[in-house]
Every structure is written in C-alpha cells, then in structure tokens.
C-alpha cells in the first residue's frame, strides 16, 4: 500500500493518540472513484459548515475543519469509506444533521466528515413487531409522524427533534422531553447495523424485544458518541399511540417550590408524568422575547410543563386533576390545561425555543448539562444561585426537572474577566453536583467540549475502561478520535 | 511472587485461552487468613452443591467443580479475593442463588466460587429518587416487597424470583413475566458498584436517571454474565406502584389462534399488557399434575394469561372488557378475570411451575429459550410441531408469548436414540428461529451450556468483539472464564 496522505500535523493538545494521518487530494480523488461521482467534496466553505455544530468554536478551542467531505448512500459505501480510511489511518468523524452541543461531530483531527445526510429513509414501520427500522439520517421527528399514521409513537424526543438526525440521537443517546417516562433514545434501541472501522458490517439485536445471546453491544453504542462503530440502521421500539394527552402549564411562586414539587407527583398520584419540564423566570422572559409571546404570571419564579397521556377522556381527566389539585395545594399560582392540539403546541414551542433564544441574545455563556438524583434538584438550583451571586452573573436554569437533568446557563455578556468568571463559576458547580451524586452530562454528551471536564467525574480506572473498549472496537484509533477522554 | 497453585489441568474443550491456575490448600488458608474465619470452605460436598446449578451437569459435559468456596461479605472482601486470584492467575466464578439455566455459575475451569449470599441486605428504599440500593444477594422478590410498603415496585419478575438473586440476575440480564411493558431486569439499572478482576472497586451510573458522561458500562455489564466485572452493589429504579391489576385467564381453542391474538392487543386496545404469557396444552397439564390443581378448558390448545394494571377501578375496568372483548372475538372459549390476590396468586403459581415440573416428571429433554420478533411466534410454534413429529418426540412450549420468547421444551424420556433425536430437533430449531430473526437464548444466557450453540448466532466479528471486550476488562483472564464463546 502506498501511502498518499500527510502525516496528522495539528498536535492534538492532550497527547498520547495513535498516529493518524490527515486526507489530502488525492484521497478526494479515490474516495469519489470508489464511491462515484458527486459524494466527495473538498469545498472550502462546505467543509467549514460542515466541520461545526451547535457549540461555538470558540469553546473547543477554534475551529477544527475536515480534509474533506463524503456523502454515502448506502452500508455499502460507508463499509468503503471506512476500509479505505482504515488502511490509510486517516480519521473518520461521523456526522448526522449537526445539532448537536458537545463537538460530538466535529473532525477534532481532520481526516474524512462523514454525513449521513443522504441516508436518510424510514424503511418500514413494522406494526405487527411494533417496531421501525430507519436509515441514521432520518429526521428524528419524521418517525414518529410515520408511527403516528398507524397508531404508533416514537417516544424519543429531544428539544432538536425536528432537525435532529436519528442516528445522531443514538450516538449520543438523546435525552428529551419524555426521558421521565419512557427513557432517553438507547431504550428505544431493539437492533443496531453497524460498520465497524475496519470496514465489517457487523448486526446487534433486531426486531426481537430480548436478547442475551452475546454482550448488549447495541446498548454499548448508545452514547458512544461514534467513537466504536458507524451506525447504518436503526431498529427503534415504537409503542401504541395514547389516544389523548394534555399539558398543564403551572406557574410557581419560587423556582425552589416548582422543584419540591416535580417528585410529588409520582409519590402521591402513581403516576409518571409523560413530561416534566422546568422553565425558571429569566427562562420564560427568554421564550417570550424570542417567539414575542406571552405567559401567565411572567412574574412567578418558575414555570412548569407537565404532559399526561390516555387512552380514555375520564381517565385523562382524573389524571389531570389529580396532579392539578397537588399542584395547586404544592404552591402553584394557577394550573393552566391545554388539552388541543394548537396550545399544546404553542407551549412546547416556548419550552424548546430556550436553548436557542440564549444563542440568540447572548455571547458569552456557559451552557452545562447536569443532572442529579432528583432529589438533589433543588441543592442543584440553590447552588446555581450561590454560583450567580458569587461571580456577578446572570443565569437560566430550565430543562427536564422530572429526571433531575438541568440545563444550567451562566451569563456573562459585558461583563469584566468574563472567562475567568465562567470558568469558576463552572468548576464550583461541577463541585457541587459531584457531592450531590450527579454527574457532568445527562444528554448532550462529552464529545469534544466537555472531555477534559469528563475527568472530574470519571475515575482513572473508568477513563482506562472506556479507552480500553475504544481499542477492542477500533485498534487503529481511526474512529471519532479526541473524544470522550483525552488520549482517545 | 511465589506461584503456590497448582497449574490448571483439566483441558479447555475449546483450547485456545489464557493461562490460568487451580487453587490449592495454600490458597485456602491465605484466602481464609485474609478474609477472617469461616469465609472459605474445602469441604467437597459444599463445594459439589455449589459447583452447579439447574442445569443438569449431563448437559454440559459433566460435573464442574470449583477448588474452593468463598463467602465475602462485603466489598473490600470481595475487591480482597479478586486481587489475591488475579495475582495467581486463579479463575474466580461469581454466583448467586444457583438458579440459573445456562451455568453461567458454574466453574468452567476450576478456581474459586465466589457466592454472594451474605451480601443479602436492601440497603435502601428511596422514595424520593424511586430506586432501591440493594446488594447482590438480596433476593428477587424481596426488592418488590420492600418496595411496595412504599407505594412503589420493583418490576423485574423472573419465574425463579421467589430464590433468584439480584445479582444473579443483573449478570443475565434476566427477564420474567413483565419484559413485555417493563423490559429485562437490564432496563431496571441506575446504578452498580463493581470489582474489576484486578480488585479496583468502580462505579458506573448512581442514582441519576440519566448520563451520558463515558460509555454505559452499568448496561454492558447486564447480560455479561459475571465475565467483565464482580457486581457489589446495585442501583435500581422503583415505579409507582399501580393500585389495582387484573389477571385474566383465557384458554383458546388452539395454540395458533392463542399466539396470533397476542400482538392485538397493543394494536386495537392501545394498551402494553403488563405481562402476555402461553401455556400450551401439555405445559397446562404438567401444572395440573405438579401442583395437583384443575385448570378450566384443559382440552384448550393454550391458555393465555394476562396481566393489566390501573390505578382507579373503571380505567382497570375498562381495560379488562376491551382486552376480554377482544380476546373472546379471536378464538378464546371464554375469559376468567382473576382481581383478588389469592386467585391471581394462584393462576401465577401454576405459570411459574412448568419448568419446574418438566424437570421433576422427565429426565431427557432439550430445555430451549428461543426469541423469535413477535409477529414471527407463529411460525416458530408450527416450527417446534413439526420438530416433533420428524423426530418423534413430545414438546411443551410455553413462555413470553408477548416478547416472542418461548420455552421450548422437547421431551425424549424412553426413546431409542434419545441424544440424537434432542440433537437434530434442537439444530433444526436453531435453523429456523435464525430464518424468522430470532436468537438462541432470549433471557436463560448463554454461559457453559449454550456457548457452543452461540456461534451459529453471533458472527465471526462479534464474537471477536466479545473477546475484545472481555480482555479490555479483564486481561488476565480470569473472571469466569469458558463463558459465552469459545476461546472465553
């Protein structure tokens, strides 16, 4: 084999990494002959596009480019790109519709982008199997429209999910709006078709509902973040479709008793809430201002969303009132019911606008990720008021209350040392939500932003498992590399 | 170092694994000097009871036993043990309640048994997280107990609960009579404290429900079969515990008619029955003969039983009618609906016996524990009737119908050329459960008595993977090893 490609020569910052190399012209070249024409793209201005997510480069440390761009269209072709890649040792970041907010996708050593943008159909929904099986770059939202068409549901849903790409969701193990209830995207996983980085198409499980024949490598990859295998096809559980549900929007006096309250439910209703979502008062005032809305007592100190399903109209209402009447007896100023479908909408355009209207307003922020057992939520949000005081900052807590995963933002536009700021501000809360069992991320993943903060929370012999399996699914290192944990 | 074990004698089957060493009289006395007295025991009846468990040691390939027996009661006992055979190059087989059905328990190669039963506590019910931490040897059933004087459930239900251990089933990623709404005991995991086989105590997952930070070793570790990791302690989710449930009892005219019916429910009630469970004819009259009871129908080809729950008495209502409804349109010759305790305790009873009495009535059958996608159980029935007349044999099938995971069970009592007929019944089976996208063992495991079996399931990749993984955690080899595949 004679070898074409440059020696890597960005020094990754954390050192120890196997040798790769990055891709150059001629790769271009042979990687359009084997796949045929119009897959391969070395467009400067693409590739920038392409090379990002929804982390500002900034907070990776500059932007980290590809060498070059594939567009497969089958197994096939990635098995090619990832044989070919695999002989050359020139890294492969995979990539699904970019949404993502940890650098999962971005090529953190050059080397081949590979998008899963033209693989891209739902298969089949398979009613008798309860069950779909789609290409990774579905629209994540799209399967459950299809499932929805028979009587189904797909019940992963993240904030991103109507631009968001399935495959994407299962690397980084999506979280959402209806974790509480159902479980982030990996419980929704029955099979997985993978490529493995030298080039095999290996299968894990399929569209039976239990399998112990052999380790749950299907589960291993969820959450791996691209970093063991390419992920070609899904098979997703889809569950029958509740004939009714309602949101209730419940406007608190403090953010403290909103989050007192949340756990209440499930102890004195029996019942898991579908959702549970927080949004506290400078999250609504964002909302408001993005989408020039309005909510009830904009004054309280804490919104909450919560979701019920049914099947029949008395149950769905005794549920409601139910969790209405513990509500209201828990501190809630009023319990607002939206059962049609435009209001139900509108709500929940208002909770998923969040993320996007802090990138929107403001330029300098920490957006973190955490989660806690949820009983500790409220040690949680009090110790991001402390933060807040502490280093003169504004905040945004909102996220999903229900399973103790907040999404925590520090603002820091204008302000004097606002990096040093932030920085402490994020190591004392990192602290905090160690000693209150919780950990760095619930859904967004490690990737490339959050690596080196990964150490804080996982212990050196973890960090040795992961970069040990890393090398049991990809000796050469070609895979995602410089995720996860530094040295991977 | 001084090597004070004898090297291992007794020759691998499947050749090709690491070096490991018996334990001898020396490693007793260490064991027992370090652990404190009455932890280690020599005595070679103990050591036979222990060495096995409900497989009969005729099925795989005779009597296993171990050098010797410890009883850690902690932890750092456990972490103890773990360093002193790793050292020695001493394999190390964890074990539970013995209950198993693929010898994942038993000491393929020797060494020490390390049983877990004193570690019996349930070291907390969280009401406000909705988990239980519990140490491995807390019996099954005990967790739903302790649970539900809190209002709560534990919802992972083997037929063996009753004396299964947790961490038994953790290991197997045991599944039981709620799979079909719940999932295996895998999905009930938040949280485990381990010991790597080199003695450092880790902990994946806490009581958080969600994380994303590294890899999701706690869902690798189910189903690993005690080869990656000693599982010390362990973290499960608790639901709210529903007020009322229903079982139904409905026998249908045939087998057919019973199996095709199931995947309905889901479909045209909207509704995930709790449990979805088939007695074939012969299952019902075993349970007849072993408990000495009278079911109603008898002559019915199946008995179908299922559980719904509810938390008011009309949604339970409700749904008991429109799934008897629907039952009685689609061949049941009537529907017995069980809501006091006692019944329900009873219809339970004579599930959960079937295995049990196959192995007190009969001596030479094949114990099989296919999973097959729902919508194909159909075709495995009629596969497992026509096994049976090709090679003149009985058959009991009888299982998770809503999972699609049947206990095939094929009875040779008396037959001229009995190992041969079980031999080609059980390949011809295997063929068939591959064609429909089914796999060898859907909850019993793989373990010794299946890992021959396991390679016509797994691909020449996967099973490299599993090795893989296996050496990533476990380099020196000697966490139960001969597990899974060969060479393990």
Chains 1, 2 share one sequence.
Not at 140 to 165: H, K, M, N, Q, W
Not at 222 to 238: F, K, M, P
Request: net charge neutral; aromatic share 6%.
């Amino acid at each position: 084999m004679e070898r074409r490609s440059r020696r890597l020569e960005r020094k990754d910052p954390f050192g120890r990494h196997p040798r790769l190399n990055r891709a150059g012209a001629e790769d271009a070249a042979e990687l359009s002959a084997l796949l045929g024409p119009g897959k391969v793209s070395v467009d400067e201005e693409r590739i920038r596009t392409y090379s990002r997510d929804e982390v500002p480069p900034a907070a990776m440390g500059g932007p980290h480019p590809a060498d070059l761009l594939v567009f497969p269209e089958s197994a096939e072709e990635v098995a090619a790109v990832a044989r070919y890649c695999h002989d050359r040792r020139i890294p492969i970041t995979p990539r699904g519709a970019g949404t993502g907010l940890s650098g999962g996708a971005v090529p953190a050593r050059g080397g081949v982008l590979l998008s899963f943008e033209r693989m891209n159909r739902i298969l089949e929904i398979d009613e008798a199997n309860l069950c779909a099986v789609v290409e990774p770059g579905v629209v994540t939202a799209e399967i459950d429209r299809a499932a929805a068409a028979r009587g189904l549901a797909y019940v992963g849903d993240p904030c991103s999910g109507d631009a968001s790409f399935i495959g994407g969701n299962v690397a980084e193990n999506a979280g959402g709006n209806k974790v509480v209830r159902y479980g982030a995207t990996g419980a929704q996983i029955l099979g997985l078709e993978t490529v493995l980085p030298n080039g095999s198409l290996v299968r894990f499980g399929g569209k039976r509902r239990k399998d112990v024949t052999g380790y749950d490598f299907a589960r291993l990859l969820a959450g791996s973040e691209g970093t063991l295998a390419l992920i070609v096809r899904i098979i997703l559980r889809l569950l029958p479709r509740p004939r009714r549900s309602a949101a209730l929007l419940c406007p608190f006096r403090t953010l403290a008793e909103a989050v007192a309250f949340v756990p209440r439910i499930a102890r004195e209703v029996r019942v898991i809430p579908t959702s549970a979502e927080l949004m506290d008062r400078r999250a609504v005032a964002l909302a408001e201002r993005y989408l020039s809305t309005r909510f009830p007592h904009p004054e309280a100190g804490a919104h909450l969303i919560l979701e019920l399903e049914g099947n029949h109209r008395e149950e769905l209402a005794d549920r409601v009132e139910a969790v209405g009447d513990l509500c209201l007896a828990s501190g809630a100023l009023e319990v607002y019911v939206a059962e049609d479908r435009t209001s139900r909408d509108r709500l929940w355009r208002a909770r998923k606008s969040v993320g996007e209207a802090i990138g929107a307003f403001y330029s300098k922020f920490a957006k973190e990720d955490l989660v806690v057992p949820t009983s500790a939520v409220p040690e949680l949000v009090e110790a991001v008021g402390e933060a807040a005081v502490r280093w003169g900052l504004d905040s945004v807590t909102y996220g999903h209350v229900g399973d103790g995963n907040l999404h925590v933002n520090l603002l820091a536009d204008d302000l004097p040392e606002a990096d040093r700021r932030l920085g402490e501000a994020r190591r004392f809360l990192y602290g905090r939500t160690l000693e209150l069992g919780g950990t760095l991320s619930g859904e967004h993943g490690i990737g490339l932003k959050r690596r080196r903060d990964a150490g804080l929370f996982l212990s050196p012999e973890e960090r040795a498992l992961i970069r040990r399996v890393k090398r049991a699914f990809d000796p050469a290192g070609i895979l995602n590399p410089g995720k996860i944990v530094e040295g991977n």
